[in-house]
C-alpha cells in the first residue's frame, strides 16, 4: 500500500472522491424517485358477512334412505372476492354439495396454510358445481370468485396522474360476480329430523386510497452509504489481504536471511580462531 500509495500519490484522494461521487449518486436516484413518480400503491378494506343462522328445508326420501337438506343463500356480488360454506354436525360420510352458476375458483388445498408448492392461480379451478364430504362431523368449503390478487389485497399501479391511479385501481378492485345466489345441499343418509348448522362467510372488497409511491430518503441514504462501502469493501479487500500475505512472507524471508547471515557469521568466526590456533602453534 506505501508502494501504490508512492507511486500515486493522490490515491486516497481517487478512492474517496469515487465514493462520495457514488453516493451522491445513489441518494439523488432515491430523491429523484421520490419527487417524481409513475408508481402509486393502493390500499383496500375487507368486509365479511357472516350468515350462521340458515334455514335449511328438509326432503326425506325413503327409497333412497336419505336425508337431502338444501337452502338458497343470496350473495353480494359486487366485489366480491372470498366464499365459505362450512356445515356442522353432519353425520358419517353426509355430503356438502354447493352450487353457484358463475362458478367459483376452488381447490381442496385452497385455504391450507401447510400446502406447500400450490398456488392458486396455476391450480384452481372454475367449478359450478363441488361436492364434499364430511369429516369428523364436518365439511367446509372454500372458493374465490376471482383468482387475480389485485382484486383482494393491497398493490401497485403505474399511472400518469393520481386521478388516474384511482381509475386503474378502481378498474382491478371493481368486480361484479356472475351469481347472486347460492345453491347448499347436504345429502345425510338415514332419516333425519335435526337440522345440521350451516354457515356461509362471503368477503367483498372496497378501494380506500390510492397514495404515490415514496420512500425514507434518509433510510435510503444510509443504505446507499452502506451499499458503497459494501462493495469498495469487497474490491479492496482481496487486495489488502494479498498485501498483508505478501508481507508476511517478506517479513519470514528477512528473518530466515538474517538467521542464516547469523549462522554464516558464526561458522566464518570459528573456521578464523582455528586458523590463528593453527598459526601460532607453528
Known amino acids: 500500500m506505501r508502494k501504490a500509495l508512492a507511486q ?8 474517496l472522491g469515487l465514493s462520495l461521487t457514488l453516493i451522491f449518486l445513489l441518494s439523488y436516484a432515491v430523491y429523484a424517485n421520490t419527487i417524481s413518480t409513475s408508481y402509486y400503491t393502493y390500499t383496500t378494506t375487507s368486509y365479511e358477512h357472516v350468515d ?13 334412505n336419505v336425508t337431502v337438506w338444501t337452502a338458497n343463500v343470496t350473495i353480494d356480488r359486487y366485489n ?7 356445515a356442522y354436525d353432519l353425520v358419517e360420510h353426509a355430503l356438502l354439495r354447493v352450487q353457484d352458476a358463475a362458478g367459483l375458483f376452488t381447490h381442496p388445498m385452497l385455504g391450507d396454510a401447510e400446502a406447500s408448492g400450490f398456488s392458486c392461480m396455476v391450480d384452481c379451478t372454475l367449478e359450478v358445481e363441488t361436492e364434499l364430504q364430511a369429516y369428523d362431523g364436518t365439511a367446509s368449503f372454500l372458493g374465490l370468485a376471482t383468482k387475480d390478487p389485485a382484486a383482494r389485497s393491497n398493490g401497485t399501479v403505474v399511472s400518469a396522474s393520481l386521478e388516474e391511479a384511482w381509475d386503474d385501481a378502481a378498474a382491478l378492485v371493481s368486480t361484479r360476480h356472475g351469481s347472486n345466489v347460492l345453491r347448499i345441499t347436504i345429502e345425510e343418509h338415514g332419516e333425519r329430523s335435526t337440522a345440521p348448522n350451516l354457515e356461509v362467510r362471503t368477503v367483498n372488497e372496497e378501494l380506500t386510497s390510492v397514495e404515490p409511491f415514496s420512500v425514507d430518503v434518509a433510510s435510503e441514504f444510509v443504505w446507499a452509504l452502506t451499499a458503497v462501502f459494501a462493495c469498495f ?9 494479498a498485501y498483508a500475505v505478501a508481507r508476511r512472507r517478506e517479513k519470514r524471508n528477512e528473518t530466515l ?6 549462522s554464516d557469521e558464526a561458522v566464518d568466526d570459528g573456521l578464523t580462531s582455528k586458523t590463528d590456533d593453527v598459526d601460532e602453534a607453528e
Open 8 to 15: 500515486n500519490p493522490n490515491l486516497l484522494r481517487t478512492l
Open 52 to 64: 350462521g343462522q340458515v334455514d335449511l328445508d328438509r326432503t326425506w326420501d325413503s327409497e333412497a
Open 80 to 86: 366480491l372476492t372470498w366464499v365459505e360454506v362450512s
Open 233 to 241: 469493501s469487497l474490491v479492496l479487500f482481496p487486495a489488502f489481504a
Open 257 to 262: 536471511l538474517a538467521a542464516a547471515q547469523l
